[in-house]
């Protein structure tokens, strides 16, 4: 890994700013020993909501990043930022517009030490994100690693995201995009729903991260730490 102010994060927790979730339930991600909390979501992300999170998450120590999807839910006071690039679609918006329209707006302001783009690779058909971007999720093992080398070494992007969304993704699959990845560090998010799930997919990625079951069943949520920190040892 590149010792970016995110390597060392095994396990994370993302929480979706338009989604209810309790103090109590809350107050028990942030202690429950993860590596970290990335406020994200693909629909429904106002500036409101996440200063709204943001502001109960920051009264713990656990760090806490923004994936910045719309310019919108673009809020200052977090620890760290990324940005997605949408890699398996041919709506450039997704690829370059956005981005483009918020540096435009923001982009004097950008801490960028603390900013780090994500090449997202999504590959569950009927993951909102996926409607969202026009994202082709068809892809077999040849073409996952044609985009992850694109990702990882043309465009040497920091972070590569394999998000299944959902759905538990093709652990095979995983596996070869971690290969490919060399030094980028990959994140594998979608279906983790126990703890057997988070040890198969922090044994082929170098970040998991859990996020819809965390609002259906906190208690098997919090197992996936220890699940993570088994992997490790």
Known sequence: MNGAWYSNWRHVFKLDPEKEISDDALDAICMSGTDAIIVGGSSGVTFENTVDLMARIRRYEVDCALEVSTIDGAVPGFDGYFVPIVLNTDKAEWIIGRQIEGLKEY???????ETASQGYIILNSEATAAAVTGARTELDEAALVAHVRMGARLMRLPVIYIEYSGRFGDMALVRAAKEAAHETQ???????????TARLAAEHADTIVVGNIIYTDLTVAL???????????
């Open 223 to 233: 197992s996936t730490v220890e699940a993570v920190r088994a992997v490790i040892r």
């Open 107 to 113: 982009g004097s302001f950008v801490p960028w030490e």
């Open 186 to 196: 990959l994140f594998y998010g979608g279906g983790i729903h126990n703890a057997d």
